[in-house]
């Protein structure tokens, strides 16, 4: 946007037949793999100029500053933004060539490459629209000539298409493609087009490469962003880990008193039903036996001592295997509304557990606990590979003398850092004042010579290699 206009301003282009969406779709495919190719190119020449290219910063800079002027002298398009350009290739106003296009687009993305790892301010925002308004606009003129009955309207259309694709296929935000072309232009009328060609292109572009260009640099960097659900921290725990067993039961032909004593004798409020194998049959709950009393009471005719369990119960159960995980229960809680699961081995109906909510609720427990402990001993690997030196923990017992101390209060071994404190399954930053309690786990780096130092502060007993 610029001031209250937008910069493609007073072109309107739309899609002339449905029978061109499968042209779009095409578009997004063919943009897919150079949106890769354009990630690639720009790092590779970020890692070339910083590691083949042993000159000062300023001299690096006039370097590539000579390079893309001398490219200019033969496509002088590929200047600054290229906003003026762009407008001309999108209103029709220039008459290039299917192949000067092609060649605009890749001369602008060698060049953007050269000049952000020379050490020029900017970004690759803009030469993302730019070559996709070139690659676009050829593809347009090109389905045109080939397939004129197809290309109903102006080629042109397909440029404002392959803008949002290829900015989608670079930095992996279709949504943030299609509303930011949307701001530029100020025309809906391609909304459909548009978002066809954005989402093949990043779904294709992540087959050639996994992750996006912002993303990729963080990557780079040590920065690993993962998706962080809580589903997916579960995904290594199966439901048999989080069942409950033995599973309360309960036979089909008992009578609601004794439903009654059993439910309050295993202090729960749901009881599998068995039948005369022993395998499941229903599922039965105290709102079932509440329900029974009511239409009693309504009822005087009713006689409760004639009903079963098996006349009250639930037939129709949702059941999971014990070998799944547990977030596919989780799933299929959510799907039916229930609150509890018998857990059936596949193909025989035994009954060998019943998995409710809150042993859910202690799996995820467990899940962080398994996370915290993993990423906890991947520091200490780490840690150790950096110093060389050794890293043990040390428990400090409720008889340990350094219970109740503080950290600065303790006598240690001039070879000795304490790196972390965990107390109760939080990690805890150590300063000079933290104060150890029973139960703390301290990790140490220490020299190998200061372990006698350390096994007499903390007993030998309480030390882990």
């Not at 037949?17 to 720009?42: D, E, K, M, S």
């Not at 050269?114 to 593809?139: C, H, N, Q, R, W």
């Not at 599998?272 to 029974?292: E, H, P």
Request: net charge neutral.
């Amino acid at each position: 946007m610029r001031g209250a206009n937008p910069i493609f301003g007073g072109l309107h282009f739309a899609l002339g037949n449905p029978t061109q969406l499968p042209l779009y779709a095409l578009l997004g495919l063919l943009l897919a793999p150079i949106a890769a190719i354009t990630i690639r190119v720009i790092y590779w020449q970020h890692d070339f100029w910083h590691e083949r290219i042993q000159l000062s910063p300023l001299a690096k800079t006039a370097l590539a500053g000579a390079l893309v002027a001398l490219v200019a002298l033969f496509f002088p398009q590929i200047m600054g933004a290229g906003e003026h350009v762009m407008h001309e290739v999108l209103s029709g106003e220039a008459h290039f060539t299917i192949i000067f296009l092609i060649a605009l687009a890749f001369t602008k993305l060698l060049m953007t490459a050269v000049s952000v790892a020379g050490g020029f301010v900017g970004g690759v925002f803009a030469p993302t629209l730019f070559i996709g308004i070139m690659l676009g606009s050829a593809f347009g003129h090109l389905m045109a000539l080939f397939l004129p009955e197809y290309v109903m309207g102006v080629p042109q259309a397909y440029a404002i298409a392959g803008m949002a694709g290829m900015l989608a296929g670079v930095v992996r935000a279709p949504i943030t493609a299609i509303l930011l072309v949307f701001e530029l232009t100020n025309d809906y009328l391609l909304i459909l087009p548009m978002m066809l060609t954005s989402v093949l292109s990043v779904f294709f572009a992540d087959r050639f490469s996994p992750a996006g260009l912002y993303h990729l640099g963080l990557m780079r960097h040590g920065i690993h962003l993962k998706p962080g659900r809580d589903v997916d921290l579960m995904q290594g725990i199966q439901v048999r880990e989080a069942m409950h067993t033995p599973p309360p039961t309960i036979h089909y032909r008992a009578t609601l008193e004794e439903l009654r004593r059993e439910l309050r004798k295993q202090h729960t409020s749901s009881l599998c039903v068995l039948d005369d194998d022993g395998l499941l049959y229903g599922i039965v709950t105290m709102t079932d036996l509440q329900r029974a009393y009511e239409r009693a009471v309504g009822d005087p005719e009713a006689k409760l001592e004639a009903l079963t369990v098996g006349d009250i119960c639930t037939r129709e159960v949702i059941t999971i295997a014990p070998d799944e995980p547990l977030w596919a229960a989780i799933r299929r809680m959510g799907e039916h509304n229930i609150g509890r699961l018998p857990v059936v081995k596949p193909g025989t109906g035994e009954v060998i557990g019943l998995l409710r909510r809150h042993n859910v609720m202690e799996a995820y427990n467990m899940a962080v606990m398994r996370k915290f402990h993993d990423q906890h001993v991947a520091e200490q690997i780490r840690l150790q590979a950096l110093t060389g030196a050794e890293v043990v923990e040390a428990i400090v017992s409720d008889e340990s003398p350094v219970a109740g101390k503080r950290l600065c209060e303790i006598k240690w071994p001039p070879e000795a850092i304490v790196a972390s404190v965990v107390r109760k399954n939080k990690l805890i930053v150590p300063h000079g004042d933290t104060k150890l309690r029973a139960g703390d786990t301290l990790t140490i780096v220490a020299d190998r010579h200061a372990e006698p130092a350390l096994e007499k502060i903390f007993g030998k007993d309480a030390i882990i290699y």
